[in-house]
């Protein structure tokens, strides 16, 4: 499950730093690469900070499984892959940039972690180090 930040709470309650450990079932779709699937739950370690203007940086990792087949020789093989996440998010009357996130009251995590896996896929999965370098007969 995702969890809401209650902003306007956290800040009540002076808890401007905050540790958030869950997982997640990811959305379909997220992979491009042929023959790998994302095997969920993702698993999300972030740590959250609220600053004295109420921006709220949220930073940590994604960790998940990609499974399929090999992109180079077809074998079939697994990997782990830990994606870093990060997000600025503004409060929706003050958003200037395009790249922060913003919010009003709560935060929804959804957008910046299906960005934080998006981002984080590698180009093909590898059974080895040594079949991800190409070969010149
Ligand atoms: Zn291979």
Same mark, same amino acid.
């Given at each position: 499950?995702?969890?809401?930040? @209650?902003?306007?709470?956290?800040? #009540?309650?002076?808890?401007? !730093?905050? +540790?958030?450990?869950?997982?997640?079932?990811?959305?379909?779709?997220? /992979?491009?690469?042929? %023959? /790998?699937? *994302? /095997?969920?739950?993702?698993? #999300? &370690?972030?740590?959250?900070?609220? =600053? $004295? +203007?109420?921006?709220? *940086?949220?930073?940590?990792?994604?960790? %998940?499984?990609?499974?399929? *087949?090999?992109?180079?020789?077809?074998?079939?093989?697994?990997?782990? /892959? &830990?994606?870093? #996440?990060?997000?600025?998010?503004?409060? =929706?009357?003050?958003?200037? $940039? !395009? $790249?922060? %996130?913003? %919010?009003?009251?709560?935060? @929804?995590?959804?957008?910046?972690?299906? +960005? #934080?896996?998006?981002?984080?896929?590698?180009?093909?999965?590898?059974?080895?180090?040594?079949?991800?370098?190409?070969?010149?007969?």
């Amino acid at each position: 499950m995702i969890p809401t930040l @209650d902003i306007r709470r956290l800040i #009540a309650e002076k808890k401007y !730093d905050f +540790d958030l450990d869950f997982e997640f079932e990811p959305e379909e779709g997220l /992979v491009e690469i042929p %023959y /790998v699937e *994302l /095997v969920p739950p993702v698993k #999300a &370690e972030l740590h959250g900070k609220i =600053a $004295e +203007d109420n921006t709220v *940086l949220i930073r940590g990792k994604v960790i %998940y499984c990609l499974k399929g *087949l090999c992109s180079r020789c077809l074998k079939e093989t697994s990997s782990t /892959v &830990e994606g870093e #996440a990060e997000g600025t998010f503004v409060p =929706a009357s003050r958003r200037k $940039e !395009d $790249e922060s %996130y913003s %919010y009003v009251g709560t935060i @929804d995590l959804r957008e910046f972690l299906r +960005d #934080a896996v998006m981002f984080s896929i590698p180009n093909g999965l590898y059974c080895s180090e040594t079949c991800n370098t190409p070969d010149y007969k």
